[in-house]
């Protein structure tokens, strides 16, 4: 079927129709397109904005978190006034006041092996805006199972690398970084990011998106990409499958035993030790039920979305909860502690929520 375009639609991408890369029939398979875009922080947040931009027909955007001061220098889809509300739903507003002539779904979930295929499954591409290696090789995994092509990338300091994986074509995730786990890794808020290299690397990601929805060859197949701001050298890096691959090697994938709910510490914000909780599956909570229910003089309600809300509980602890179950708590001395005030809470919706 051809995709009509509106008068509007085709002056907004005017200068991509005559671009002999992209061309008319392009734009119509960028508008049939569609893609996640997993995590819409540094690298999700230019990602998302580019591919709206650009007319991708359908764009989900996966997130778990919340929007901090401290993201605002490099991911410009938020503001000041957003700090503090779901940054998939603040996202979303913003991606569909750019481009109102295509979906944006938000999904405020934890990407973990118990909801990944959930959240890449009907989608032609899966784009890495991710932070952490156990969440890239949760959707490494999916992406495999599902043959669903991911597009790999990181960035730290003022490097970045990026690579494209088509499942069963190219090596997968795991055969380039084998077993890597976040444990001693640097991350942004230790050793911070440059914005630029985000830009950048981001701009290669949506590159090859585009390469892949309008037929062409991805120039990343096979090819580990990094790129280095200081000396504003990039470097092409072949890289293979292995037939070792716990993923792809065809030597079975190893299942690790998860009890949830799963708590772990994320970045440290305002110098408050910070712990995430993941429910372990996607549900939908019912918050102004939740709400009516937490009348105890304790909870003060700070901020309340669509998607989310944040409550000030005794003073110094903040705990902020998706409607996907996901809490993000900020001010506790441990994990026990995090799980402990999510257990309290969580106790008051199990009559109310129900799974999706
Ligand atoms: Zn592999």
Known sequence: MVEEFTDKEFEMYSRQIVLSAI?????????????????VGGLGSPVATLLTAMGV????????????????????????????????????????????????????????????????????VVVDGL?????RRAVNKACYKLSIPYIYASAIETYGSTTTIIPGVGPCLECIFPNVSDEGLP?????????SVLQIIS??????????????SPRL????????????TSSL?????????????????????????????VCARGGLATFMVNPGRIIRLN????????????YKLITRSQLGMTLQIDSKIKFSLLHSGIAVIEGVESGEEALRIYRDIMENVIKIETEI
């Not at 991350?187 to 914005?195: M, R």
């Not at 197949?221 to 504003?232: M, N, P, Q, S, T």
């Open 23 to 39: 061309g008319y029939q392009g734009q119509e398979k960028l508008k049939k397109g569609r893609v996640a875009v997993v995590g």
């Open 57 to 124: 027909g359908y764009i989900r955007i996966i997130d778990r978190d919340i929007v901090e001061v401290s993201n605002l220098h490099r991911q410009h889809l938020y503001t000041f006034k957003d700090v503090g509300y779901p940054k998939v739903e603040v996202a979303a507003k913003r991606l569909r006041e750019l481009n109102p002539y295509i979906e944006v779904e938000p999904f405020p979930i934890f990407i973990d092996d118990s909801t990944v295929l959930e959240a890449v499954r009907d989608v032609d």
């Open 131 to 135: 932070d952490n290696f156990k969440a």
């Open 187 to 195: 991350t942004c808020s230790t050793v911070g990011v440059h914005p």
């Open 203 to 216: 701009g290669i990601e949506v590159y090859e998106v585009v390469n892949i929805l309008t037929g062409k």
């Open 221 to 232: 197949l096979g090819k580990l990409l990094i790129y280095d701001l200081r000396e504003l």
């Open 237 to 265: 890096v072949d890289v293979t499958k292995s037939k070792y691959c716990s993923v792809c090697g065809g030597l079975g994938v190893e299942k690790e035993e998860v009890r949830y709910p799963v708590v772990e510490e």
């Open 287 to 298: 918050l102004e039920e939740l709400l009516s229910r937490l009348n105890s003089p304790k």
